[in-house]
């Protein structure tokens, strides 16, 4: 069995969750089983139904658009609880890859168990290829990834004003 790695895909630019979306494309083409845990997300996302029916197995994060900031407490708990069941049923899958979207701000801002996700991450299968984005990672991921890749933005034309656009942002 070959050994699978962790990617860390972090920082402040543009290119994290594409870049892990385009591994899951790579995977998926060459007969590998896929797994995707969003967390913090909902609402549209592209790459995600194409996915889906290319064969990978998505667990989204979150329902609806509010950030954390702007949740209820109740909104807040009912997101953990979520994100953390999502995050054990795909640790229980027989996946060869394992992609953990946003991992780094769910983890920062409490919104899962961090020691689950340790687990995820430190007693991966020996086989299974494990990749993390996010903005903020904590040191254990930097040190755990075999692959750590910072995404720095340089510009990005929300500075202009220019809002997401479909098919690019999302």
Request: proline share 2%; aromatic share 6%.
């Amino acid at each position: 069995m070959e050994k699978g790695l962790i990617h860390l895909y972090w920082g402040d630019g543009k290119g994290k969750t594409t870049a892990a979306m385009g591994m899951a494309m790579r995977a998926l083409a060459a007969g590998k089983r896929v797994v995707i845990v969003q967390f913090l997300k909902g609402g549209e996302s592209g790459e995600i139904t194409l996915l889906a029916q290319l064969g990978a197995e998505i667990y989204r994060g979150k329902q609806g658009t509010k950030f954390v900031f702007q949740m209820t407490p109740e909104e807040k708990e009912e997101t953990r609880v979520l994100q953390n069941n999502n995050l054990k049923i795909a640790m229980d899958k027989q996946a060869d890859m394992l992609i953990l979207d946003e991992a780094c701000a769910a983890c920062q801002l409490g919104m899962v168990d961090e020691a689950l996700l340790k687990e995820a991450v430190y007693q991966k299968p020996e086989g299974r290829e494990l990749v993390l984005t996010g903005r903020d990672p904590a040191d254990w991921m930097r040190d755990a990834a075999d692959y750590c890749t910072e995404m720095h933005c340089c510009r990005h034309p929300y500075e202009r004003g220019i809002g997401a656009r479909k098919g690019v942002e999302y």
